[in-house]
């Protein structure tokens, strides 16, 4: 099979592209950041440029993992947000539209406003932040220009490691560091999604051919506290560095979170094709694999 990808730079792309490749796939890489020789330029905003990329390359597929995931920076900058997550979307399944690919649309937990806990794919949708906001049109869009798509969410995305530079990377450095004490949010829950457990489980989903809206997180669901207590075992640290619990309040940030983005991979279940670990497990061994570097 023939894919495009966008966002190839990114950090989800890190894990998904060498994992299509060693499948015997062909691979477009695009970005607007060309960090490596393989990835070509392509501004994702720009519908023209779209849609001669996508004419001349005719792909089968279009994996368009390209968004902007700043949630600050969407809230500060409204229109770029949308521009990129929205419009920028449209632009992509126009051209799939033209060109007869199909699509793959990555999506997000913050489309939900925390009012339930945890959500599955049949639940309601409203998001809280513009970042949500701009996802979930370009969900919509997808929803209503094509038919053969799938839109899947993740949560909290974890990986790529010096590419994530987030919040168990920042934590590890300051282990590293000596520091012995850490605070960490608990009153917000989210469910932890591996880069390299998603990309695992990703072709099973593509080769059902059961088109549609789909979650796809690891299993179970926990605050970033949670996190940081299991980081400092991890690490091999519990009884040395203490982590203290406090509110959102503590780190005050341009953009509101839900109290919950916490999702259920229901459908995956029910086709018997969640293969996710849990969120422990997978923590655990991206530490071991990356605490040195």
Known sequence: ??????????????????????????????????????????EVRDKAKVLEKIKKEKPDYVFHLAAETDVDLCEKDPDHAYIVNTLGTENIVVACKEFSSKLLYISTGAVFDGKKGIYDEFDNVNPVNIYGRSKLEGEK?????????????AGWMVGGWDLDKKFVYKIVQQLKQGKKELVAVDDKKGTPTFTKDFSA?????????RFG?????????????????????????????????????????????????????????????????????????????????
């Open 201 to 209: 489980n990703l072709m099973n989903v593509i080769n059902s051919g």
């Open 141 to 153: 869009i997808v929803q209503d220009m094509l038919t053969e798509y799938f839109i899947i969410r």
């Open 1 to 42: 099979m023939k894919i495009l990808v966008t966002g190839a730079a990114g950090m989800l792309a890190a894990e998904v592209v060498p994992m299509l490749l060693a499948r015997g796939h062909e691979v477009v890489q695009t970005d607007i950041n060309q960090r490596i020789p393989d990835i070509e330029a392509l």
């Open 213 to 293: 809206l789909y979650h796809m997180a690891n299993k179970g669901t926990c605050s970033r506290y949670d996190m940081a207590l299991k980081i400092v075992e991890y690490m091999d640290l519990a009884g040395v560095v203490t982590v203290k619990p406090v509110s959102s309040a503590y780190f005050p940030l341009p953009a509101p979170r839900s109290s919950s983005e916490a999702i259920r991979n229901y459908k995956l279940d029910m086709l018997g094709l969640n293969n996710m670990p849990n969120w422990e497990t997978s923590l655990a061994g991206y530490i071991k694999l990356n605490k040195d570097k």
